[in-house]
């Protein structure tokens, strides 16, 4: 007995609810004002990250969003910003970053995130009387620092200003700058950046980026689920479809084998993960077996009224039949006692042509009759009838009259048909025996020569399903306008159709047919192409269903399953397994069913685009090859010392199997025996923020900023250069 499978874990995907305000003033502004303590704020296009750099961790932890709205309540514009934005609906609809990508393009929004971090800190001041230390992306557009210098120096007055790439920051919080060398591979919300440094300082000029990140991943999860659930009841939101990615995502050591992993159903299950969305159960009235009782003798009363409505209907129409066939036979009796002529305006009177025509009526009706007694008495009308009258066939035409010959002729096409039934009654006899004699022999074979015999009734199996196979395929071909097999027959057509054939090689000069070139022409085909299923196709189906139900009578392995019937069903598809899964069986009329998303092939698929971006259409190369092209810029001698200390970060970077991936990727590019390693950030979302705060308590952070003085003289775009920053360039 096969063991029951287990019951799977269904997830939840439900919004989140965010109490306001998110974060309180604190009240500790005093202690941090007197020691004149700096402030870091990681602005990351996803998430900010802000406190003072004497703390373990970020005071503020918000996504970088402003929302601004009426409030419905007090009918009052609201400004909000991070988690407070999503506390209201109208204000999570109205929620905008002030990123455009990675780069800070609106600073009206920015202003108001800056505001919300100093005052949330605890700051009243109108001047921020504190060092500054502030993530920007690498190669940052001068522009969006001289703004955001001018912003900081101008608006809040801050003291000094440090500028830092993030990846290098939790690079130096993971002490990564005290290695000869390494490559930092950073994947955050909006891109990929390698960075590959040495003696703990970036080379930017040296420096990859895939545009494919956290925010690309959450797009194409969304527009894979859109796919595959084109009728889902209910609207996925971004923030879900990033659930889905960052909750059930993972990075496949192996992307190909695991595409095969997939569609074997014995392994399905391990990949599948069934996500339920939030939905409304209908409210089912359980009724009493009183009531039960009522609606079904109601319906077995309704039933009854029914056959009795039927009933009186047959009987009214066979007495309209008898009355009809009494008064055809009384005006054929009146035809002795009446003048021909007045006879024969009386017979045009009642509809007949003449009295052959109420002959054949008389007939008919009597036929009816006839019929309609013996479905009242329940006579079988498929009995064999009697032999019709040949009295005039043996008789020549010259002795007969022109009625008889009429007569006669009747008579010679009764008794064809009749001899017609006899053939075809002793054909079908003669086709029943032979069927009888084939199944005795097989059967003694099968008694005789049991294993022969299941492997001869199972090649001939195969070779239906491959005949029925292929004659679908053409079939498809058929249908396609511009397939050989179509145009073939078009021409096979054209030649038919014409009066003098197509010689097989066309001479110089001689025009070609060009049936097809046109719609009206391919409708024509089309319909001649329109035809029912064929007698050899029933054939061969019906061969198909003999030879399975020997197989599932003899055979043990052979199970319903394996059935041609059941292999050709859409459950049996790939497409069905990924949306549905195998277990529990689908069922269109359960409500919490329908509202159930399948993810499976999407948790690899979404981030192995990092490794293929062609898979998105991105012309870009893949993360080993973009690491491999910097590695190969260092010289022989540094490029062990760099391969040794590969470093993780970022969110997106988190996904499970990332770091495996890559080592497995590196080690079958690089030579046998050299030393490759890999290691994730301690925390890839406040590493960054760890390795800034660690940068500001340094004793070398006083000359390493730029004060409001060397603001004033060299512009905003000015910075002063170190290992962790970016370049300047005047």
Not at 311 to 339: H, I, P, Y
Request: include cysteine; charged fraction near 30%; charge should be negative.
């Amino acid at each position: 007995m096969a063991n029951p499978l287990p019951t799977p874990v269904i997830y939840t995907l439900e919004e989140k609810e965010y109490p306001s305000p998110h974060y309180p003033i604190r009240k500790d502004y005093k202690l941090f004002h007197s020691q004149h303590t700096p402030i870091v704020i990681d602005n990351g296009s996803y998430q900010c990250r802000a406190g003072w750099a004497s703390e373990k961790e970020p005071a503020l932890i918000f996504d970088n969003v402003v929302s601004k709205y009426k409030d419905r309540k007090t009918n009052k514009t609201m400004m909000v910003v991070g988690m407070d934005a999503y506390a209201d609906p109208a204000g999570r609809s109205n929620a905008r970053s002030p990123f455009d990508t990675n780069v800070v393009s609106d600073f009206d929004r920015m202003e108001s995130i800056l505001d919300y971090t100093f005052i949330t800190l605890g700051i009243k001041d109108v001047n921020v009387d504190h060092p500054i230390v502030m993530t920007e992306p690498i190669c940052v557009p001068q522009h969006s620092r001289k703004q955001m210098s001018e912003l900081l120096f101008e608006g809040y007055g801050v003291s000094s200003v440090l500028y830092g790439i993030d990846a290098l920051f939790s690079y130096h919080a993971n002490g990564g700058t005290t290695d000869d060398g390494g490559i930092v591979i950073s994947s955050g919300h909006t891109a990929t950046h390698i960075v590959p440094t040495l003696h703990g300082k970036g080379l930017l000029e040296r420096t990859k980026r895939i545009s494919y990140g956290g925010t690309q991943a959450t797009d194409y999860m969304l527009k894979l689920m859109q796919l595959k659930y084109p009728t889902f009841p209910t609207k996925m939101t971004l923030a879900q479809a990033q659930d889905l990615v960052q909750t059930h995502g993972y990075v496949a050591n192996d992307y190909q084998t695991s595409l095969k992993d997939v569609e074997d159903k014995t392994t399905f299950a391990d990949m599948d993960r069934i996500v339920q969305f939030p939905f409304t159960a209908p409210i089912i009235e359980e009724k009493t077996k009183e009531e039960l009782a009522r609606q079904a003798a109601k319906k077995e009363e309704n039933t009854k009224r029914l056959r009795e409505a039927a009933a009186r209907s047959r009987l009214e129409k066979l007495v309209k039949r008898e009355q009809e066939f009494e008064a055809f036979n009384l005006l054929k009796t009146q035809k002795d006692m009446m003048k021909k002529t007045e006879w024969q305006i009386q017979l045009r009177g009642a509809g007949f042509k003449d009295e052959a025509d109420l002959d054949e009526t008389i007939k008919q009706v009597d036929s009816q009759i006839q019929r309609a007694r013996n479905k009242e008495l329940g006579i079988d009308e498929n009995e064999e009838k009697d032999p019709p009258s040949t009295s005039l066939i043996d008789i020549p035409d010259e002795e007969l009259s022109e009625a008889d010959k009429k007569e006669k002729r009747k008579q010679r096409l009764l008794k064809a048909s009749y001899d017609a039934r006899l053939r075809a009654k002793k054909a079908k006899e003669e086709a029943k025996s032979l069927e009888e004699e084939q199944a005795r022999q097989e059967e003694e074979e099968r008694i005789r020569n049991p294993d022969k015999w299941l492997m001869s009734v199972k090649e001939k199996r195969d070779r239906i399903v491959e005949k029925i196979k292929k004659r679908k395929r053409l079939a498809l071909e058929l249908a396609d306008r511009r397939s050989r097999a179509s145009q073939m027959r078009m021409r096979s057509i054209a030649n038919l159709a014409s009066d003098s054939p197509a010689p097989k090689r066309r001479r110089k000069g001689q025009e070609e047919d060009t049936f097809g070139a046109d719609d009206d022409d391919w409708m024509i085909y089309r319909e001649i192409s329109r035809e029912d299923e064929s007698d050899e196709e029933e054939e061969s189906l019906s061969l198909l269903n003999q030879y399975e139900a020997l197989l599932l009578e003899h055979d043990p392995e052979f199970q319903p399953e394996h059935s041609y019937e059941a292999c050709s069903s859409t459950t049996n598809t790939l497409m069905h397994l990924l949306s549905r899964g195998v277990y529990p069986v689908y069922d269109a009329t359960d409500i919490g069913q329908l509202h159930q998303l399948h993810v499976n092939i999407e948790r690899i698929r979404v981030p192995e685009v990092l490794f293929q971006p062609s898979i998105i259409g991105l012309d870009q190369a893949g993360l080993v090859e973009a690491v491999n092209d910097v590695v190969k810029t260092f010289e022989k001698d540094q490029r062990n010392k760099v391969i040794k200390h590969m470093f993780l970060t970022g969110g997106f970077s988190s996904l499970p199997g990332m770091s495996e991936r890559i080592l497995h990727s590196m080690r079958s590019i690089f030579p046998s025996g050299t030393s490759v390693k890999a290691k994730h950030a301690k925390n890839s979302l406040l590493d960054a923020w760890k390795g800034a705060a660690m940068v500001s308590l340094d004793d070398q952070f006083k000359k390493l900023s730029v004060t409001r003085k060397e603001y004033e003289e060299y512009g905003g775009e000015y910075i002063k250069e170190h290992g962790l920053g970016n370049v300047f360039r005047s």
